[in-house]
């Protein structure tokens, strides 16, 4: 886990130091997140303690990966923030170096208000309150800030709809090559079929790669799964039914698809 630093800050001048989404202003309510990714209730499944979201965290192209957004709001009173955290530091381990902002609203904050408002047999309007969040990995080192607003908010954009059905990779398998020196990934692709096997004939539904990627030319290869013909639930008992058994298995967590962009497919 990674330490959090908390601020409580009754002035609102702050500045982040990184490269970030963030324009440039010194006061952090004058700022402008642009191309933000909302996570809502609607966009969030969940099964014996792990969640699955459709929104993706990741972009894969040829040219290689990038996160889908460098703002997430986790709008969703049903997902953790820590959670979503922790699979956003999972994320940035891919990466040299990255700056990630989540935003959520103050959920204790709201909670709290009402229940005074309960107790009062009235009514009490909340001031709006977030808080920010602002993953930075430098230096092999991820530090996580988070700064807590109460009243006016920095504007925020939403990242455009993308045109058309955008097309998703929720389960990915990797192998490098097959020779020299051969990857041992390769050898525990039998067990791994065996184990997608099992999962199809459970639920009677076919689990095969949407796309195949090649990766070089001695059977280096990535292979992505849509698992288009899964509901949500489907696809995170899948998930969770192919987690890495070398992890701790008692582990929640927090799944996200990857959002595809031109690949060169083969399969």
């Given at each position: 886990?990674?330490?959090m630093?908390?601020?409580e ?81 999972r ?50 080192k ?5 700064l ?36 041992p ?18 639920y ?6 949407t ?44 799944y ?12």
């Amino acid at each position: 886990m990674i330490q959090m630093k908390k601020y409580e800050v009754q002035i609102i001048l702050f500045i982040f130091l990184l490269i970030s989404p963030i324009a440039h202003s010194q006061a952090l309510t004058d700022s402008l997140f642009v191309d933000a990714l909302i996570i809502e209730n609607e966009n969030v499944t969940t099964s014996q303690g792990n969640y699955l979201i459709d929104i993706p965290l990741l972009n894969e192209s040829v040219k290689g990966l990038t996160f889908a957004s460098l703002v997430y709001i986790n709008a969703s009173s049903t997902l953790p923030t820590p959670f979503l955290l922790e699979q956003i530091q999972r994320e940035m381990s891919r990466f040299s170096k990255a700056n990630v902002i989540v935003i959520t609203p103050d959920w204790e904050y709201y909670n709290r208000v009402a229940k005074e408002a309960e107790s009062m047999e009235g009514c009490i309007e909340p001031a709006t309150t977030q808080i920010y969040y602002q993953l930075t990995k430098k230096n092999n080192k991820i530090t996580l800030d988070s700064l807590r607003i109460s009243g006016a908010q920095p504007k925020i954009t939403m990242a455009p709809k993308p045109k058309g059905e955008m097309p998703l990779s929720y389960y990915q398998r990797e192998y490098g090559s097959s020779c020299c020196p051969r990857d041992p990934a390769w050898d525990g692709k039998e067990a791994m079929d065996q184990k997608i096997g099992l999962f199809s004939s459970s639920y009677r539904k076919d689990i095969l790669p949407t796309c195949t990627v090649l990766l070089g030319k001695e059977g280096e290869q990535k292979m992505l799964y849509a698992l288009a013909n899964l509901s949500q639930k489907e696809k995170l008992e899948f998930l969770i039914h192919m987690q890495d058994t070398t992890d701790n298995p008692q582990k929640k967590r927090v799944y996200a698809p990857i959002r595809l962009e031109k690949l060169n497919c083969y399969k």
